[in-house]
């Protein structure tokens, strides 16, 4: 499995954080490694789950 990463950040989300568990709760094929801050929203690293 490939690790892919994606940042949900301001302006382009305007709730990062609930935009973010948005995106997995409506992608259950894919899943959440780990989080982390960074400016002006979050950082995800996920996979595809078969």
Do not use: C, H
């Amino acid at each position: 499995m490939k690790m892919k990463i994606k940042d949900f950040t301001r302006p382009e989300y305007l709730n990062p954080v609930m935009d973010m568990w948005e995106f997995f709760n409506e992608n259950p094929q894919y899943r959440l490694l780990k989080y982390e801050a960074v400016k002006g929203g979050v950082r995800v690293y996920y996979v595809v789950a078969s």
